[in-house]
């Protein structure tokens, strides 16, 4: 059984910065995609940034290009997603998101991840 836990969200001023981390646990994520998405008050669930486990490789939703990183510690078997220059619209709920590296899906999609955690709340107030 997979589980993901979030954690670090918070207040933080426009401009300020915040580190979310997500511990995964139920077995070994050598062949997965890592991703975190976010969702505001009346929005739907979008794509924030991922990762694949081994290689490293990341992306990133325009919006955060240049101030948000993901990282994962393997060791740990946690993600990271160090998030700087923060702006009021970023304010939502985080989530972590996992499932199997496969040929051809799209992972900027949200329907592409097979586990979810429970989420983090972020607020940025301006």
């Known amino acids: 059984q997979v589980q993901l836990v979030e954690s670090g969200g918070g207040l933080v001023q426009a401009g300020g910065s915040l580190r979310l981390s997500c511990a995964a646990s139920g077995r070994t994520f050598s062949n997965y995609v890592m991703g975190w998405f976010r969702q505001a008050p009346g929005k739907e669930r979008e794509f924030v940034a991922r990762?694949?486990?081994?290689?490293?490789?990341?992306y990133y939703a325009d919006s955060v290009k240049g101030r948000f990183a993901i990282s994962r510690v393997n060791a740990k078997n946690t993600v990271y997603l160090q998030m700087n220059s923060l702006k009021p619209e970023d304010t939502a709920v985080y989530y972590c998101?996992?499932?199997?590296?496969?040929?051809?899906?799209?992972?900027?999609?949200?329907?592409?991840?097979?586990?979810w955690g429970q989420g983090t709340q972020v607020t940025v107030s301006s």
């Open positions: 998101a996992a499932t199997v590296l496969r040929s051809g899906r799209e992972y900027t999609n949200r329907r592409a991840y097979d586990y």
């Open positions: 990762i694949t486990w081994t290689a490293g490789w990341t």
